[in-house]
């Protein structure tokens, strides 16, 4: 057990942690965020998708060591307070069904916007393809990134 | 609540009103299978709150899996309620022992639910009147209900439900409330958003998985890996040093880690040493399997017999057989099983996403010695059901383990341990044969099937028959004059349970794809074959059609592009797919287009069957192309996502859902779109490349 200082959606945060344990327990356990889901645990379904610096990254195979001294962003800080473009497209095209893959969708997509203003659906193939959707939501996943796509170049 | 008016055995309502805060009204609806009989009392099923702020609340008991119910619920009460649909919220129920029988599978929720939701709603309405009425001193016939308003015409005067709701509290239920007529419908057939879409994009929504109790610790639970071993010894001491573990135990169905969080009961759970009594299981594999399959095929009994397939088939020159194989399938929900459970002395309190709430709650009695009433439990959001959530096992480990240990705990299971703790879609093995006539029609046709039994679990079968392994089978549409289906129950460890569709899921592959062969046979063509069978079923006919034209079938498609078709009832909805396929240079199928007609009667939420076709497609695809769990040395093979592939976006196909209104019987919206998808691919196959898949998963053809 160590201390680790991590900046969790704009606030530090120190935690006892083993180094090992990975960053999507960290954030979900002692830090109590539980917005950020587990699905695989493996780095297959990217349900536990938060932004490391600015990159989507998969929690579940990021220990808390390495994430240490980082800036960590979960579904709970991706819009301070407000909805995000991204979710107010999500809601617009009612995208979730069971809704718990949908932080880890929702996450990538805001990566792939923040880096690339009109992606194609090529690139939504390759930003997205990381992400499982058991309910099988991908169409209106499509749709609602290209709103919130075309949103923002209005 | 202060007060309650109106509860007889006779009355279908209750009423109460909310201290200062409005209207509370409590509704019994009968349960499954008692539709239409007089209402048992004492349990309420579903409350309306009607608050001061004019906020309407609909509190729904039935699980939220993502299948929208708690939309649609509210949607059949608000228009018979008039209420604004903008104020119109939803709840999950909370637990509540005056809640009936709960459960929520076979596509059912809307079927059970519509007439008498409409008839709540209609109460509720007429309350609210009475009670405008009542004030003004008019007539109640003079006033009319729009838009959560009672509105007086002749006085020009108005009073939302807010303002009415502590009087209506006061109003005398009526027994038989006048129903809207469907014409005047403003919400009910109308795409509407769901109620419960900003806390699934927030990461505000409580799952199972995401409860917390204070003093809760979390476990993972050891099971045997092998079906129907059993615990010979363990040693848990080293797992015991490692920080944060509190316990290491044994409970009837396991070894339970108890730990401070997940990660610690994770590593606890690698440093136990266990051996296990593999029992006489030990070596069974998935080619035992088979060949018990084979062995049973023709030991059949009769779920189906019209004329004489035997003889039908010694006359006629063109005949075929063939082989069907379907493997077992993991439902893998997106949210690994999990429950939470705080067992006390005299009482037991649950978190649990489940889809069935009764057995769940007598199965927690049972364990800890209550009363069923001093069990309460909460229903949490469902990362996925698709069946697996009406199993209880998760709930037992989390009872066993709070009960062990005296604390609350939340067991969670790993990835691979829900994947490897069966229930699974049982595997199945078909013979089929088929006979033409001298025009090439078909005039016999058998179906043999083996595959393991669900029904067994609940009591002996009926005529030795599990229904569910031959719905969709022994229902077989097609005017074939001569036909024969048998079911034989094979004996194994390897446990089975409803996984989307049931029966449907393998047999409309197998009864769409054989259909196909015999179209091939008679040089016919599928879709005219299809609709020459099946002249005298109008809403299997008008959902072919109504595919077939939109698909374009016939028409010219690109080079190394193919179509197939598939149609299929199932849960009381009538749905036809053509997918569009093509292979890419590695024998890798690609779907790249499924357009999909759906008959399910009157339709609530349009926006929510189609949404229920495309997941409905692409849970059926990703079992079509990849799905099965494998069986070696008494376990399961496949654990995860890297074993157990599932679609993803880049293979997820343009779905185009074309909704046929009939006007018929309801049917159900959350199953019905998946079993025609596999045969519309592999009959697309067979159109572009003339091999025919007879064993799924296709994985890769050569
Ligand atoms: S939980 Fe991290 S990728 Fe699945
Ligand atoms: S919405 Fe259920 S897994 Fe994606």
Not at chain 1, 64 to 76: F, L, N, Q, V, W
Not at chain 2, 610 to 626: D, F, K, N, R, V
Request: charged share 20%.
């Amino acid at each position: 057990m160590a201390p680790i200082t991590l900046t969790i959606n704009g606030t530090a945060r120190t935690v006892d942690v083993p180094p090992d344990m990975p960053l999507l327990w960290v954030i979900r356990d002692p830090l109590g965020l539980t917005g950020t889901k587990f699905g695989c645990g493996i780095g297959q379904c990217r349900a536990c998708t938060v932004h490391i610096d600015g990159d989507a990254i998969f929690s579940c195979q990021v220990s808390a060591s390495t994430a240490a001294g980082k800036k960590i962003t979960t579904i709970e800080g991706i819009s301070g307070g407000q909805l995000h473009k991204v979710q107010r497209a999500w809601i617009e095209e009612d995208v979730p069904q069971c809704g718990y893959c949908q932080s880890g969708q929702i996450m990538s997509a805001v990566a792939l916007l923040a880096t690339n203003k009109a992606p194609t659906d090529a690139d939504i193939d390759e930003a997205m393809r990381g992400n499982i959707c058991r309910c099988g939501t991908y169409n209106r996943i499509r749709r609602a990134i290209h709103r919130a796509a075309k949103e923002s170049s209005e | 609540m202060t007060t309650t008016r109106g509860i007889t055995r006779r009355h279908f309502i209750e009423v109460s009103s909310l201290a200062g805060a409005g209207l509370l009204i409590g509704f019994r609806l009968p349960t499954k299978g008692t539709a239409g009989t007089a209402v048992a009392g004492g349990e309420i099923n579903a409350w309306i709150r009607i608050g001061t702020d004019d906020i309407v609340t609909f509190i729904v008991n039935q699980s939220e899996m993502g299948q929208g119910v708690l939309t649609s619920y509210p949607m059949i009460l608000a228009e018979e309620l008039e209420a604004d649909w903008s104020q119109v919220r939803s709840e999950l129920a909370p637990a509540d022992t005056r809640f009936g029988s709960q459960g929520t599978g076979g596509s059912a929720s809307i079927r059970t639910g519509y007439a008498k939701l409409r008839k709540v709603g209609a109460a509720a309405r007429e309350m609210l009147v009475s009670a405008a009425a009542q004030n003004w001193r008019v007539d109640p016939s003079s006033c009319r209900a729009e838009n959560g308003f009672v509105i007086h015409a002749a006085s020009n005067r108005r009073m939302s439900y807010g303002q009415l709701a502590e009087k209506a509290a006061t109003v005398t239920p009526p027994e038989n409330p006048q129903l809207k007529d469907p014409r005047t419908f403003k919400l009910i057939g109308k795409p509407a958003k769901r109620l419960d879409t900003v806390s699934k994009v927030n990461g505000a929504g409580v799952f199972g998985m995401d409860v917390k109790v204070p003093g809760m610790l979390v476990a993972q639970v050891a099971h045997s890996p092998v079906f129907g071993g059993k615990l010979k010894s363990f040693d848990g001491s080293t797992a015991l040093k490692i920080p944060d573990v509190r316990n290491v135990i044994a409970i009837p169905t396991g070894i339970a880690v108890v730990a401070d969080n997940y990660w610690a009961a994770t590593k606890g759970r690698e440093a136990l040493e266990i051996v296990w009594d593999e029992g006489t299981n030990g070596k069974l594999s998935s080619a035992d399997i088979t060949a018990l399959f084979e062995r049973m095929v023709d030991q059949g009994k009769v779920a189906r017999s019209d004329g004489d397939p035997a003889g039908a088939t010694a006359k006629a020159t063109r005949k075929i057989e063939a082989l069907y194989q379907v493997p077992y399938l993991a439902h893998a929900t997106m949210e690994p099983m999990n429950c939470t459970a705080d067992v006390r002395p005299d009482r037991c309190e649950i978190w649990a996403p489940t889809q069935f709430q009764t057995a769940s709650r007598q199965l927690a009695a049972q364990i800890t010695g209550l009363k069923p009433e001093q069990v309460m439990l909460h229903t949490t959001l469902l990362g996925g059901g698709f069946g697996r959530r009406a199993q209880t096992d998760f709930l037992a480990d989390a009872v066993h383990t709070s009960k062990a240990v005296g604390q609350p705990v939340k067991v969670i299971y790993s990835r691979e341990d829900d994947m490897r703790a069966g229930f699974y879609r049982p595997a199945a093995y078909n013979r089929m044969a088929g006979a033409l006539d001298a025009e090439g029609w078909p005039v016999a046709w058998t179906h043999q099937i083996v595959s393991p039994s669900i029904l067994e679990a609940f009591g002996p079968l009926k005529d030795g028959i599990d229904r569910t392994s031959v719905e969709g089978a022994e229902n077989l549409p097609y005017a074939i004059p001569n036909m024969l289906v048998t079911y034989a129950k094979p004996d194994l460890p390897v446990t089975v349970w409803f996984w989307r569709s049931v029966g449907s899921s393998q047999n409309a592959f197998v009864t769409e794809c054989f259909l196909d062969e015999l179209a091939a046979l008679g040089g016919k063509d599928p879709y005219e074959l299809r609709r020459r069978l099946l002249a005298n079923r109008p809403r299997h006919k008008r959902v072919l059609e109504t595919a077939a034209q939109k698909a374009g079938w016939g028409a010219p498609l690109p080079q190394g592009r193919s179509r197939g078709i598939a149609v299929h009832q199932s849960f009381g909805s009538f749905v036809a797919q053509v997918a569009e396929v093509s292979l890419d240079g590695q024998g890798h199928v690609r779907v790249h287009r499924v357009v999909c007609a759906v008959d399910c009667g009157d339709v609530v939420n349009p926006d929510t069957v189609q949404a229920q076709m495309e997941s409905g497609i692409a849970y059926g695809l990703s079992a079509a192309l990849y799905g099965e769990i494998t069986i070696q040395n008494g376990r399961a093979v496949q654990d995860n996502f890297d074993s157990y592939p599932v679609v993803r976006i880049d293979e997820m196909p343009a779905v185009e859902t074309h909704i046929v209104t009939s006007g018929d019987a309801l049917g159900g919206i959350g199953e019905p779109g998946t079993p025609p998808i596999a045969p519309a691919v592999c009959n697309a196959i067979y159109a572009l490349t003339k091999k025919r898949i007879r064993k799924l998963p296709i994985k890769q053809l050569a």
